[in-house]
């Protein structure tokens, strides 16, 4: 069974960097499936943020793109984000999660408890 | 503002079928495929429905996907109230190289 969980800060201060790490269990992370980031707010429902590949190669939301680093522990089995120069526009629940490819289609399978993340001084 | 447009809200009465709809463009559900996602509250999003119509396992068959175009719908027939829930449909968007997300449906049981 693949489970995976988040963790990290509950709270960050404005302009400082969210950092959270998903640990994967059950299945390997160089399985050769994509895993992602997405979060949630009530104001933007689901977001995605970005994903990572075993080998390295990252996917970013244009929107996001310019604060986030996706980085993948193979040693751990766990992928992490970093989030800078954040704002209360970034509080959200912040899932990780598992693509799945079949027959060349692509989709979220397994997903992260989530976590809630709170930008404020 | 979502890349993929969903009404806000939904309702139907214990019985019935809903559909909800899931508007995209060429670049995603016209050149990829739909997938569908329902939030029961407090819960993580749960996978009802791959590749425009196709039902993971353990998902009833009371739910269905199709798509025509750049447009994808997902109908649940035989309405409960368990199925009172937030739904988001999501595809793969070529031209933004990156994952996108509809609004999301709040859907109500009468």
């Known amino acids: 069974q693949v489970q995976l969980q988040e963790s990290g800060p509950g709270l960050v201060k404005p302009s400082g960097t969210l950092s959270l790490t998903c640990s994967v269990s059950?299945?390997?992370?160089?399985?050769?499936?994509?895993w992602s980031w997405v979060r949630q707010s009530p104001e933007k429902g689901l977001e995605w943020i970005g994903e990572?590949?075993?080998?390295?190669?990252?996917n970013y939301n244009p929107s996001l793109k310019s604060r986030i680093t996706i980085s993948v522990d193979k040693s751990k089995n766990q992928f992490s984000v970093n989030l800078s120069s954040v704002t209360p526009a970034d509080t959200a629940v912040y899932y990780c999660?598992?693509?799945?490819?079949?027959?060349?289609?692509?989709?979220?399978?397994?997903w992260g408890q989530g976590t809630l993340v709170t930008v404020s001084s | 503002q979502s890349v993929l447009t969903q009404p806000p809200s939904a309702s139907g009465t214990p019985g019935q079928r809903v559909t909800i709809s899931c508007s995209g463009s060429s670049s995603n559900i016209g050149s990829t495929s739909a997938n569908w996602y329902q939030i029961l509250p407090g819960t993580v999003p749960k996978l009802l429905i791959h590749s425009n119509n196709q039902r993971p396992s353990g998902v009833p068959d009371r739910f269905s996907g199709s798509r025509s175009g750049t447009s994808a719908s997902l109908a649940i027939s035989g309405l409960q109230s368990e199925d009172e829930a937030d739904y988001f449909c999501a595809a793969w968007d070529a031209s933004l190289h990156g994952w996108v997300f509809g609004g999301g449906t709040r859907l109500t049981v009468l």
């Open positions: 999660a598992r693509v799945e490819q079949m027959l060349g289609e692509y989709y979220f399978e397994y």
């Open positions: 059950g299945a390997s992370i160089s399985s050769g499936n994509w």
């Open positions: 990572i590949h075993h080998s390295g190669t990252t």
